[in-house]
């Protein structure tokens, strides 16, 4: 990661809003583009198979969350139609920090997850979801997909991603390797 991507991220402020479900796309734009905020509504990428070839599609993940950052702490009032509370108590902290951190590296999409297998078990072994202790607790291989256990504001919440399966020796590896 850039320096300057990473001083920004590490002097963020992160906040949460819950708004009505069908209106996340919208709300975002506004806040963007009359707030000057950067906004993030999350969305998962899935293979979804139409008529025997699979497809990549963009969908919300989390309906109804939107993740605002700032570099100057804020208090996340608008006056925008669709927007129900502030989540917590304003600022993220935590793993709900470290949760916002994933989004805003990820812009917002949750892609492929790594997995690595030990044994007869698999566990989440991307760099994203270090702090967020995700845990596998079903696997679809026929589609390459599996369901992620984690935790976001108090509640245990799954979804279905596509997964990127490595040996734990390659894992291990890629891990210790310096990344420029």
Sequence with gaps: MDRRIKKWVNRMHAYCLFCETQRCGLISFIIEKFYHIKCIHPQVEQLKWVKGVPK????????????????????????????????????????????????????????????????????????????????????????????VAFEFDNVQRNVWVGYELVRKDEAEKASESPKE
Excluded: S
């Design 56 to 147: 990549e599609v963009r969908h919300d993940w989390l309906p109804g969350y939107l993740f605002l950052y700032t570099e100057e702490p804020i208090v996340p009032r608008f006056q925008i139609d669709g927007i129900i509370r502030v989540l917590g108590r304003g600022e993220l902290n935590g793993e709900d920090l470290a949760f916002a951190r994933m989004m805003e590296e990820k812009n917002g999409v949750l892609g492929k997850v790594r997995l690595a297998q030990v044994g007869d078990r698999c566990q989440v072994d991307d760099p994203a979801w270090a702090n967020m202790h995700g845990t596998v607790v079903k696997m679809d291989r026929g589609r390459k997909r599996c369901c």
